[in-house]
């Protein structure tokens, strides 16, 4: 039998999507129910890989990062960003909607400094706020790999004389579990909408934070230094 729901849209974005160049290399979602003592949670999981280039070499892109007060708020936007710490931000992502159901997740994230030549950025409590009927565990990695100009560019008609000898790929892994308490009356329908909902959320949290990041940690950085942004590689 046809769902009568199967034909609408199950996550809406309010917030304008912005261009992404940074593109996913592999990703696995696994769906699971969590008990909870005031409902139950359905646990979405996955994990994410992908990687930003940078012209320069891997010491000015690790002090670009360190600086991290100087442009994370900046290359954040739109996204509502509230300092609540020397490493960490309160961030509005977005608002979301399914069937009648609207939820604006609200996350705070650490950039930890780096550590072993890797970079973190983790979730932690937001002082004096309690999620409702959510909540996102958010834990990403960052490595730097070094490799020639001549062989990044090689088969492009680009002009590398005016780049370093090296430039430095940021490569990321993202694990990401978002819990969510539906209401009622979304819980009534079809496990298999319910998933697809959760998966979509996921899908548009990584945007919104990751891959939008991405690309405007790139702009900022190379516009800063009066150097070409890198092209879309294929993966």
Known sequence: ??????????????????????????????????????GEFTQFQSHFQDCMEMYAEAEEVAAYLD?????????????????????SYALVIGQFGAFGYELEPKIALELLPKENGIYCIRTIPIPD???????????????FVEIPTKEYLQGQNSDYEQLPP??????????????????????????????????????????????????????????SRGLPMPRKAKR
């Not at 600086?67 to 020397?86: K, L, N, S, Y």
């Not at 999620?131 to 490595?143: E, G, K, R, W």
């Open 166 to 223: 090296v430039i430095t790929r940021v490569e990321w892994t993202l694990d990401l579990k978002v819990f969510l308490c539906f209401p009622k009356f979304i819980q009534k329908l079809p496990q298999s909408l319910i998933q697809t909902t959760g998966n979509r959320l996921l899908g548009q949290i990584v945007r919104n934070i990751s891959r939008r990041l991405t690309y405007k940690v790139q702009q900022d950085f190379h516009s």
């Open 67 to 87: 600086a991290h007060q100087e442009w994370f708020r900046r290359c954040a936007d739109p996204m509502e960003v509230e300092p609540i710490g020397a490493h």
């Open 1 to 38: 039998m046809h769902s009568p729901f199967a034909d609408h849209q199950l996550i809406q974005l309010k917030q304008k999507h912005l261009d992404a160049r940074a593109s996913f290399v592999g990703n696995e979602i696994l769906v699971t129910q969590v008990p909870n003592l005031s």
């Open 129 to 143: 706020y309690i999620p409702q009927n959510y909540d996102v565990d958010f834990q990403a990695s960052q490595t």
